[in-house]
């Protein structure tokens, strides 16, 4: 296994603990979830956190922490919209 299929994993059972944790499920599209997990170990790799892939780095450490998956708006979109912005985390239907 490559050194990225390796992070890529290490960050699907990640994300997949923190959705069962919630009673959420993770994106039942298999090529968009992939998308996003290699956005989210890119940035990890390229930034040291994983920022949420859908969202503008400002550059300013203290304010990008917002944006660290999972991210602080991603309960309220969940809630409201049935998704998070990047449509990683589902409501359970």
Same mark, same amino acid.
């Given at each position: =296994?490559?050194?990225? /299929? +390796? *992070?890529?994993? &290490? =960050?699907?059972? #990640?994300?997949? +603990?923190? *959705? /069962?944790?919630? !009673?959420?499920?993770?994106?039942? &599209?298999?090529?968009?979830?992939? /998308?996003?997990?290699? %956005?989210?170990?890119? !940035?990890?790799?390229?930034? %040291?956190?994983?920022?949420?892939?859908?969202?503008? #780095? @400002?550059? &300013?450490?203290?304010? &990008?922490?917002? $944006?660290?998956?999972?991210?602080?708006?991603?309960?309220?979109? $969940?809630?409201?919209?049935? @998704?998070?912005?990047?449509?990683?985390?589902?409501?359970? *239907?």
């Amino acid at each position: =296994m490559s050194e990225e /299929t +390796t *992070a890529e994993a &290490d =960050m699907r059972t #990640r994300v997949q +603990t923190y *959705a /069962t944790k919630h !009673n959420w499920v993770l994106n039942p &599209d298999e090529k968009q979830l992939a /998308t996003v997990i290699r %956005g989210l170990v890119r !940035n990890k790799k390229k930034f %040291g956190h994983p920022y949420c892939p859908c969202r503008l #780095r @400002s550059g &300013d450490e203290e304010k &990008d922490h917002a $944006i660290v998956c999972p991210c602080v708006y991603h309960k309220d979109e $969940i809630t409201n919209d049935g @998704s998070c912005h990047c449509k990683l985390y589902f409501k359970r *239907a």
